[in-house]
């Protein structure tokens, strides 16, 4: 697609749900990313995925928290037994096969736990 | 390990006006500094993206400078305009194998008619 879509744009859920949240990357770009977005502070880094190479998962805050990327395209976050802290906007982006290349941001999901 | 840091956290000027934008990190070791837009609601916009072994990029009235040895970047945005509203954030792409931003926690700009 012509850039990186993400959905849903919004999420209301109950504390204890699990909730997914997709990403579809820029067609061609091999690198994608999730970052998360608290309010009042800066992005955080979650996941990273380079084609089939193993992901490199160290910023993801606790177990509950897992991603998958398949076929090297879309990816699904998925965050189990939600808690009001993993309330945030999750952005997702990706970016082409130089390791100094930019990155490109979706919308991202907004995340809402009651 | 690397911290960002943006000043001013907000900015208020009337439209016309030449404004800088700082970004301060702490590991000189950056692979390379790219300064997005975010509007309220929405995700970033890429601005800028400046490799290590660059002094500055261009882009309209748009010119950010790093300087690796002090470990500042700046956004020059020049005859502000009230579209310029937005929120800015500078994040320093380090090589930890792949290309890891991380990012500051922006600067809020209101441009005013």
């Known amino acids: 697609g012509a850039g990186v879509s993400q959905s849903p744009s919004n999420k209301v859920t109950e504390k204890g749900k699990d909730v997914e949240l997709r990403c579809d990357p820029i067609?061609?770009?091999?690198?994608l990313y999730w970052y998360r977005q608290s309010l009042g502070q800066g992005l955080e880094f979650l996941i990273y995925f380079q084609g089939n190479s193993a992901p490199d998962k160290s910023g993801l805050p606790s177990d509950r928290f897992s991603a998958e990327r398949t076929g090297g395209s879309v990816s699904t976050l998925t965050i189990q037994r939600t808690q009001q802290e993993d309330s945030a906007v999750y952005l997702c982006a990706s970016a082409g096969r130089l390791a100094a290349g930019e990155l490109f941001f979706g919308e991202g999901s907004r995340l809402t736990v009651l | 390990k690397q911290e960002v840091t943006q000043i001013p956290a907000a900015l208020s000027v009337p439209e016309g006006e030449n404004l800088v934008l700082n970004c301060s990190f702490t590991?000189?070791?950056?692979?390379?500094l790219q300064w997005f837009r975010q509007d309220p609601g929405k995700g970033l916009t890429s601005l800028l993206l400046i490799q290590s072994s660059q002094r500055e990029q261009t882009s309209g009235r748009l010119n950010a400078s790093l300087d690796k040895s002090s470990g500042r970047s700046t956004l020059y945005i020049a005859a502000s305009q009230p579209g310029d509203s937005a929120t800015y954030l500078c994040?320093?792409?380090?090589?930890?194998?792949?290309?890891?931003?991380?990012f500051g926690t922006g600067t809020r700009l209101l441009v005013s008619p």
């Open positions: 590991d000189s070791a950056i692979y390379n």
């Open positions: 067609s061609g770009h091999t690198a």
């Open positions: 994040a320093g792409g380090m090589n930890t194998g792949f290309q890891k931003l991380v």
